[in-house]
RNA sequence: GGAGGGUUGGCUGAGCGGUUUAAAGCGACGGUCUCGAAAACCGUUCUCCCGUAAGGGAGGCACAGGUUCAAAUCCUGUACCCUCCGCCA
């Protein structure tokens, strides 16, 4: 959410920020609405200001009077909560002021890679992809899956499911040592988390509800995370918080019935540890932390000897609450290109100001925060990288280093 | 699922229809003092509206409604926390 204010005193700006992330906003109905609940709240000030000014009152025409006082508030106030409601929706539609250094683009195509790492592998034989090594060495079960489960349902098994586990806790504790707080976090939460976050409403299509108990399942463990301090006042001295949370994801994919539907790149359910900070109200700061999170999942990759890409999104690709935003590719030899693995957002106080997130300042001031966010590692999705990327002539996998100790062998290999 | 008890500012905690003012303490910040600090003392420390400002005004006691001339205080609903019973990995 943006300032009002803001939004009043950097009009073009904010038409012009929408517009690049291809959004609509009623302008003229958030200013006209604007402009009502403000001249509603004086005339109701000055109708609880004569009331105030009253004597304490036991006569009949002290009562009388205060009744018609209150009559008259009423009326008032009744307008003000139906203004301030229709108000406060058209709020939630204003999407972040993206930063100056983002390129202004349609769609994935105006997306600006800004780096490539590693040799993407050359093979001198059929190239195999997940799917058909999962199969063949028996690691992954999509027939039963959508037995069990429908439509990309799965079940990971044998060293796959090894896999997964040791993939994600080597991040875990990666992350942990470099000062990460560990986190497990809650897949099911409240709507205001998901307003809070800025995927309401926009993507309200993409999250699965539980109508009978009102609760949601978040895609990702930045929805629960970033609103762990919702509603709190921090202290400055105490940030930035840095977590590190692990939580399963789902998501609908409504959008995408049509895409990646063979294999695991996109499912419903999956599992993720993610990076989430919560900084101070300083941008420069905020970029810096922003860095931060890019370089620690680079490093990820590396430790994993995976060929990654980093592209600086575009407005049109960004998302509504975003100021700027990095995605990782990861080479996977399956689709001979790049798939996204990670992405990274600084959100400057747009989500803090939905989610009241503050703090208070050394000279006792109170902000809001700042908050970021990146993947650390997914899984399945970083599962097809590592298969296809370490097969070998023979059909076997080989492990990466660092997955080796925690899986207790060094490859996939199936007695022929 | 059932029965009770609770939720007050950054924190602890008083107030439980009417001195228009949420007491007091702690913490934080500013100042006085000091070579510097501690202590002590003085001040500031929720939000919104009007105003360039000085300042003025209103709201705020988990959230949302309601009763009343008047609500932190009474009533209703909801959320969450605590204690106990039931069920349960």
Same mark, same amino acid.
């Given at each position: 959410? #943006? ?9 073009? #700006?904010?038409? %012009? ?8 906003? *009623?302008? =003229? ?5 604007? *402009? ?41 106030? =009744? ?10 929706? +058209? ?19 105006? &997306? ?49 499911? %090894? ?9 875990? %504790? ?42 949601? #399942? ?12 919702? =509603? ?34 996109? +499912? ?15 941008? &420069? ?8 999170? +890019? ?7 590396? =430790? ?46 747009? %989500? ?20 970021? &966010? ?14 296809? &990327?370490?097969?070998?002539? *023979? ?22």
């Amino acid at each position: 959410m #943006l300032d009002i204010k803001f939004i009043h005193d950097n009009l073009e #700006l904010c038409k %012009q920020a929408a517009k690049n992330k291809n959004r609509d906003v *009623d302008w =003229d109905g958030l200013l006209a609405l604007d *402009d009502k609940r403000r001249a509603l709240i004086g005339r109701a000030e000055i109708i609880r200001a004569k009331r105030n000014s009253g004597e304490k009152t036991t006569s009949e025409e002290g009562r009388a009077a205060g009744r018609k006082l209150k009559q008259e508030l009423k009326a008032i106030e =009744d307008e003000l909560r139906d203004v301030e409601e229709k108000f406060g929706l +058209l709020m939630l539609t204003v999407p972040n002021v993206p930063d100056k250094s983002v390129p202004i683009g349609k769609d994935e195509r105006d &997306n600006k890679e800004v780096k490539r790492w590693g040799k993407v592998p050359k093979f001198d034989y059929a190239v195999q992809d997940h799917i058909a090594l999962a199969k063949s060495l028996d690691l992954i079960d999509f027939d039963r899956g959508t037995k069990v489960g429908g439509f990309r349902a799965y079940f990971l098994k044998n060293e796959a499911a %090894q896999m997964e586990f040791a993939v994600l806790f080597y991040t875990f %504790q990666k992350l942990i040592k470099k000062g990460y707080t560990p986190l497990i976090a809650p897949s099911l939460v409240k709507g205001f988390t998901l307003f809070g976050n800025g995927q309401f409403p926009w993507g309200a299509e993409e999250v699965y509800h539980l109508e009978k108990d009102d609760l949601y #399942l978040a895609g990702t463990a930045e929805v629960p995370v970033t609103a762990y301090f919702s =509603d709190e006042v921090l202290v400055e001295k105490d940030l930035p918080k840095k977590f590190v949370a692990f939580s399963p994801c789902f998501r609908r994919e409504a959008g995408s019935y049509g895409k990646d539907t063979k294999g695991v790149y996109r +499912l419903h359910q999956f599992s993720k540890v993610e990076q989430v900070i919560i900084s101070t109200n300083d941008m &420069n700061n905020s970029f810096t932390l922003h860095e931060e999170l +890019l370089a620690n999942a680079e490093e990820i990759l590396q =430790d994993l000897e995976l060929p990654y890409r980093v592209l600086l999104m575009c407005t049109g690709d960004m998302g509504e609450p975003q100021v700027k935003k990095y995605d990782i590719e990861t080479w996977m030899p399956g689709r001979n290109a790049y798939g996204e693995t990670m992405s990274n957002s600084v959100m400057g106080d747009f %989500q803090a100001r939905r989610l009241k997130i503050r703090y208070k300042t050394k000279d006792g001031k109170i902000l809001f925060c700042h908050t970021l &966010n990146n993947t650390a590692l997914a899984s399945p999705r970083i599962l097809i990288a590592i298969l296809e &990327n370490y097969q070998q002539s *023979d059909g076997s996998i080989r492990l990466p280093k660092v997955l080796q100790g925690l899986m207790g062998k060094s490859e996939i290999r199936r007695p022929s």
